[in-house]
């Protein structure tokens, strides 16, 4: 908690001011530079140039502790024109219902499932049409604070970016010999003789788990070698649950979005009047218990 800011910045003069989010802007514009995002190009009255902002997030951990900085650079999508900045913007998301089906597959089958975070998952995602964005706030070229960027890959905020990033996650699977699931499109299936291994898409998170260590160890080798993890392990979070593999079975709670909720309607000193809550809940129905009968009795 020691190296990270407590507070979420609201603009970029704010995060300027604090050291902790200097680090994570630049954080956010070195990935830029490492995938090759976009290109500095000359301005010209026929482009349709979509507007830049900065976003500052802290994340949390399963316990709800700062553990992360997060400045992420996002386009302004409500200037993109359908047919000209973007086609098709659908992109296929895991049901929840899938993933607590492979946990339960997982738990009865006696392997453990894995997570990884992908960086800057979106900057992944190859666009096809011709889209420019504004220089980052605050950080323009000085040589040239009227060029605009022409971008290679897709941006947080486009319409088409979950699209991109789903296309180029699937058909890297493909090309490793997974197969497709049937039924769920975002689930990716490798057999190796007597064992398989599989992988969990939703979005930019993935989960995955294989019967034989080797799979595994297979994949994250895989998987590095395309891009670029910033987090692997077993999985912990996951959508909302929190989740604990134990040998004889498979813990799920919503602990952390429990206590996000109580934050949020500022019910955290609800915790100190635990005791009172069935005499609250009982109150609460017999109250609703009387206006019920009320009419009836003529009360």
Known sequence: MTFVSQIESKTVVDALEDSNWIIAIHEELNQFARNEVWTLVPRTDQMNVNGTKWVFKNKLDEQGVIVTNKARLVAKDYNQEEGIDYGETY?????????????????????????????????????????????????????????IFKLKKALYGLKQAPKQLYERLSNFFLSHAYERGKTDKTLFIK?????????????????????????????????????????????????????????????????KYCKELLKKFDMEIAKRFQHLWPLIVTWIWMRKELVWIKPSTGA
Request: glycine share 6%.
């Open 91 to 147: 992109a296929l998301v895991a049901r929840l219902e899938a993933v607590r089906l492979l946990l339960a597959y997982a738990c009865m089958n006696g392997f453990k499932l894995h997570q990884m975070d992908v960086k800057s998952a979106f900057l992944n995602g190859y666009i096809d049409e011709e889209v420019y964005v504004c220089q980052p706030p605050g950080f323009e070229d000085h040589k040239h604070p009227d060029y």
């Open 191 to 255: 057999k190796a003789l007597n064992d398989i291994i599989l992988v969990q898409v939703y979005v930019d998170d993935i989960i995955f788990g294989p019967t034989n260590q080797n799979l595994c160890e297979q994949f994250v080798a895989t998987m590095q070698g395309e891009f670029e993890m910033s987090m692997m392990g077993e999985l912990n979070y996951f959508l909302g649950l929190q989740s604990k593999q134990l040998n004889h079975g498979t813990f799920l709670s919503q602990t």
